[in-house]
């Protein structure tokens, strides 16, 4: 979970440094799981509050839900030898979330009300935005992998 089964950078993951401390690997699944805590955080607040809470479910159900699946896809994604597979895979992974995502927002928004359907956007909002960011922090900068040796 904490790292792809092949890096294509060239970079040790952090489950193959073999000095790295625990609390290092503890820190580095905090960060790439921030969104889904902060949901599960919210999730009172929204309750205690007088925000749309179905809408709020909605849109949280729908985003770990996702993420869920997508954190799979991506697992299957990494660990495939065939380029195309892996291609489609994650394809796949990215449609198939945005797809699901926008269709719990129009559900909430068609079958409860405009402000339900807003609260369900705004979560997957923010959840997504947290998500993006901490992929970036996490993975660090780009780096073009090193050419395969064709045997």
Same mark, same amino acid.
């Given at each position: ?32 799981? +921030?969104?889904? #805590? ?55 992974? #990215? ?11 129009? +559900? ?9 359907? #807003? ?33």
């Amino acid at each position: 979970m904490l790292a792809h089964a092949t890096r294509q950078d060239g970079r040790p993951s952090a489950t193959d440094s073999p000095g790295e401390a625990p609390s290092a690997t503890f820190a580095l699944a905090f960060l790439r799981w +921030i969104d889904v #805590i902060v949901i599960v955080a919210a999730t009172p607040f929204v309750l205690i509050s007088s925000l749309p809470s179905a809408g709020f479910a909605i849109g949280a159900g729908t985003w770990l839900a996702a993420r869920l699946v997508v954190t799979h896809v991506e697992r299957r994604a990494w660990s495939a030898t065939d380029t195309r597979a892996r291609a489609a895979l994650h394809l796949a992974a #990215i449609l198939g979330r945005v797809w699901f995502i926008a269709l719990g927002v129009l +559900i909430a928004r068609f079958a409860i009300g405009t402000p339900d359907g #807003i609260a369900a956007a705004v979560t997957v909002l923010v959840a997504f935005t947290i998500e993006f960011m901490m992929k970036l922090i996490v993975r660090g900068p780009l780096v073009a992998p090193p050419p395969r040796r064709v045997a």
